[in-house]
């Protein structure tokens, strides 16, 4: 007979460790599934300032260590697999994966999401050295600095409006000739002293001296004209795209594909729980990701005892 795990986390970001974490805690059977390495988005920041008890702040990889190691120390299990397919709603749920196939009773999807890329020359190196997609994350770099903000929907509203309160001054480009944005964010915008527009414009690359960025060649969609923008960091402020691929014909996904489920982490599927980003929500942070995995185990502890775990 296979082996059968209480819970199986897929993705090992802070969602998904903290219910590996929470999960040993509580005494269940549980293994998490992790493509390469611990951290997801996070481990990719240079610097993190918004997660309590780091006082000095800490990098993202350093910190997804730490959670790693804190979920093993109580016996969770990390196994290096990519999870290739899954059959949501079997019993027990099967998880197919290039390292074999995984059952458990519950399963936790902490698969995140990635920002979406420009895909312009210049951004691949200079991610994280002057081009950024975390506006809350990285923004009080650039105190009193000139910054970028890329894109006209919600996303780049609020990260302008919260940059315009830290920076010097803030140019929005956007495609358009106006925002995409709930109209609540238009007034403040348009009324900032600091907010200069840049209407109707794509950026084509961005411009660097010896590896640091120093600002960003537009181009003017409706005559051609380009023209060069000096800054000190943009905002790549254009959506996010859910890893939800494994979910798609199973559970219930939003008109962006995210998973949903609320404060609860529930999904569709009894059984199965979605945390961190990929889950609708409203604010997707390390923090709230965090707060996701814990809500999981506990909703998961009472659906394994009301089918008598």
């Not at 007034?187 to 660097?208: D, G, T, Y």
Request: net charge negative; glycine share 12%.
């Amino acid at each position: 007979m296979e082996h059968i795990h209480d819970m199986i986390i897929v993705g090992g970001g802070p969602g998904g460790y903290t219910a590996a974490l929470y999960a040993a805690r509580a005494g269940l059977d549980a293994a998490l599934l992790e493509a390469l390495a611990p951290g997801g988005q996070m481990a990719l920041s240079h610097q993190i300032d918004n997660y309590p008890g780091f006082e000095e702040g800490i990098d993202g990889f350093s910190l997804a260590v730490k959670m790693q190691k804190e979920a093993e120390r109580f016996g969770a299990q990390t196994r290096l697999a990519q999870v290739q397919q899954a059959d949501l709603a079997a019993n027990p749920k099967v998880l197919e994966t290039s390292e074999g196939t995984f059952y458990a009773k519950t399963v936790v999807l902490a698969t995140g999401a990635s920002p979406r890329e420009l895909g312009v020359p210049g951004e691949q190196e200079l991610t994280g050295r002057g081009v950024h997609y975390c506006a809350d994350c990285d923004g009080m770099f650039y105190k009193g600095k000139i910054v970028v903000v890329v894109g006209g929907g919600n996303t780049a509203a609020q990260d302008a409006a919260l940059l315009s309160r830290i920076a010097q001054k803030v140019i929005l480009v956007h495609r358009r000739d106006t925002l995409r944005a709930t109209k609540i964010y238009h007034k403040p915008l348009l009324e900032a002293e600091n907010v200069e527009f840049r209407w109707n414009s794509v950026v084509e690359q961005f411009v660097q001296v010896e590896g640091k960025l120093t600002g960003v060649q537009l181009r003017n969609v409706n005559i051609g004209e380009e023209s060069v923008v000096d800054c000190d960091g943009v905002f790549v402020s254009i959506g996010r795209k859910p890893a939800s691929d494994l979910a798609r014909g199973q559970l219930e996904l939003d008109e962006h594909g995210y998973i949903v489920a609320d404060e609860s982490t529930k999904t569709s599927i009894p059984g199965v729980y979605a945390v961190g980003d990929v889950r609708t929500k409203q604010v997707r942070q390390v923090v709230t990701a965090v707060s996701d995995g814990a809500a999981a185990v506990h909703a998961a502890e009472e659906y394994l005892a009301q089918r008598g775990h």
